[in-house]
């Protein structure tokens, strides 16, 4: 017996779960990068402009596709344009969550562990950090462990379906994440280095503003929206008629981008808060220059530290938690719904096909490093592979396909809710879709190709 496609029940649960779905580690983890290796402040007000020209109306796109057909996203393409080959956008947005999904359960499993460590005092203990990471990450079992107990508690969650698993656990941990946030950005008040952290973050230096800088935050606002991954447009297939999308847009970007902006306000303070470190830092900040901070910010109150270190961790996890939920539900929601699996058994399926392709990315940060892809370990391919290549190209197949293949009235009709929304906007939103994101899109893809 087929089990009935349900939709969110509420508002709430509507922009909880597409916000949980856009934010993740790469609001907590590489914004703080991208915004210490490109100047601060000044990176911060192009990248929100970004956010406003390039990511809303992509996500606007993806939203009009799931919407409009209450399908998955392979089955969404094929029936907005049946017998063509555009349901090729669609195989793109499973097949990318479906690979991301299988090295960010590891790197979620990193987050995990390092919860655990920081609420049990270990990082508060005087140790060689990179070391520490080193040692952790390159373990043939450790980070394995770790990555399954991850995706266990998402597949619990999947298992659970829409109402009862999705939504209900995302109006518990966006929430959760938000006052963690909001905490621990209270706290960084009391921070040595908070002066210096606000000023770098809030003052900018206008001159800072190269070509270099403009392509990090057009690719930092499209990958940190969870653009072109199957997400949105599977989470989207979830929303009744009544859903506002132009509203829900504004609603996921604004928590999206505070998020992102929030913990930038808990990182930098406590990295001037050590002489010597500097805010550009790189990919080992989280990991481990971090660490090393809260270990010498809290060396004297080591139950302080403990909380600080650990709340921090902990709000990576959430964070991670809720984007591999959004990773998880498009590669599902095909198996069961176009092979006529249970919920249960998809699910599984996803779930032990993801984790098994894990284990080999896991390893290849270890043991099994020395061999490579085109010079790169087997992890390192995947994020390319999926990062550099597979979504920008599903990004622009989507603006062509919205812009200028699905019928006008059908996108009119989506993006107002039948005219009842703002209906200025639309000429904006369909210049923009057509003309600027496509153009945006294909400027960020041949930069990161050529670096």
């Not at 990182?267 to 901070?293: D, H, K, M």
């Amino acid at each position: 017996m087929k089990e009935e496609r349900k939709n969110f029940g509420s508002k709430l649960g509507v922009i909880m779960a597409a916000a949980g779905s856009a934010v993740g580690l790469g609001n907590v983890w590489r914004f703080p990068t991208e915004v210490g290796r490109n100047g601060g402040a000044a990176f911060i007000l192009v990248y929100l402009l970004c956010v406003l020209l390039i990511g809303a109306p992509l996500m606007l796109s993806e939203f009009v596709v799931g919407r409009s057909t209450h399908a998955n996203p392979i089955k969404a393409y094929s029936k907005l344009a049946p017998g063509s080959w555009w349901r090729v956008v669609g195989v793109e947005g499973v097949v990318v969550a479906f690979l991301i999904l299988s090295f960010y359960v590891i790197v979620s499993g990193w987050t995990l562990y390092y919860t655990v460590q920081s609420f049990a005092g270990a990082l508060m203990e005087s140790r060689d950090y990179k070391a520490f990471f080193s040692d952790f990450t390159g373990d043939a079992w450790m980070p394995v462990l770790y990555g399954i107990m991850l995706m266990l508690l998402v597949h619990v969650v999947i298992v659970r379906g829409v109402q009862n698993g999705i939504e209900k656990f995302s109006k518990v941990m966006m929430p959760l994440l938000l006052a963690i946030i909001m905490v621990l950005a209270a706290c960084s008040f009391r921070l040595p280095g908070f002066g210096q952290g606000m000023a770098y973050l809030l003052k900018p230096d206008f001159s800072k503003i190269t070509t270099d800088v403009l392509l990090s935050a057009m690719g930092q606002a499209f990958f940190s929206l969870s653009l072109a991954m199957g997400c949105l447009c599977a989470y989207a297939s979830y929303f009744d008629s009544g859903t506002r999308l132009q509203r829900t847009v504004f609603s996921v970007s604004v928590i999206d981008t505070l998020v992102a902006v929030m913990s930038g306000f808990i990182i930098f303070p406590a990295v001037f808060s050590v002489q010597g470190l500097q805010p550009n830092e790189g990919a080992g900040l989280v990991f481990i220059t971090l660490p090393s901070v809260f270990n010498m910010v809290f060396g004297g109150a080591p139950f302080l530290g403990y909380l600080f270190s650990g709340m921090f961790y902990m709000l990576l996890l959430l964070a991670a938690l809720t984007s591999a939920m959004s990773l998880h539900e498009p590669v599902t929601a095909y198996l069961h719904e176009s092979f006529g699996l249970t919920r249960h058994k998809a699910a599984t399926l996803v779930s032990l096909s993801c984790m098994s392709l894990g284990v080999v990315c896991s390893l290849s940060c270890g043991i099994w490093s020395g061999y490579t892809i085109f010079g790169l370990t087997f992890f390192d391919f995947l994020d390319f592979l999926t990062a550099k290549i597979i979504m920008p190209v599903g990004g622009l197949l989507i603006c062509i396909f919205v812009g200028w293949v699905l019928d006008r009235k059908l996108v009119r009709d989506e993006v107002t809710n039948g005219g009842k929304a703002h209906t200025c906007l639309f000429p904006i939103y369909m210049f923009l879709i057509r003309y600027v994101v496509p153009i945006a899109i294909c400027v960020i893809f041949f930069n990161e190709l050529l670096r």
